[in-house]
């Protein structure tokens, strides 16, 4: 069976940048399931999977736009460090910033903190070394809730 939309998906995957810094790996856990075309993983990967089979290894190169967006500077702003009350602010933290929205502070310095809105990988070419390890035809109950269940997926 090929990938194809309501397919199940099992990958290990390597992931890097364009100067080979691995940024994530499956390597020594179970590979990763998800429900294709329904938006689990970046548009780009995505698409790249469709028509692989079980077996398959390729590198899929996946440009920001179809990754995690274009770094945005107006994402990147100074706010009062009095707008965080008594807690304790230091750059490497991340906090909630809206009901979708999470920041990561960059900068703690003279009474300012410097938080940047985008996602940690916005900006960056992709570089995905993948290895699909099984494909499968989704459940209905996988397709009504929207994700996988069972190993590797989703458990109720």
């Known amino acids: 069976m090929n990938i194809s939309k309501n397919s199940v998906v099992s990958f290990h995957y390597k992931l890097s940048d364009n100067d080979g810094t691995v940024l994530d790996s ?17 548009p780009g990967l995505e698409a790249q999977m469709e028509g692989k089979g079980k077996g398959d290894k390729f590198t899929a190169v996946v440009t920001p736009e179809q990754g995690y967006g274009e770094f945005n500077k107006d994402l990147v702003q100074q706010v009062p460090l009095d707008r965080f009350g008594e807690q304790k602010v230091e750059a490497g933290m991340q906090f909630q910033a809206g009901e979708h929205s999470v ?8 009474g300012k903190v410097l938080v940047d809105g985008n996602h940690p990988l916005a900006g960056v070419t992709l570089n995905f070394d993948v290895e699909v390890t099984d494909v499968r035809e989704a459940t209905q109950e996988e397709l009504e809730h929207g994700h996988v269940h069972g190993e590797g997926g989703h458990q109720h």
């Open 26 to 42: 499956s390597d020594g856990r179970d590979p990763f399931a998800y429900l294709q075309g329904v938006g689990m993983i970046v």
């Open 103 to 110: 920041v990561t502070v960059k900068e703690v310095k003279d």
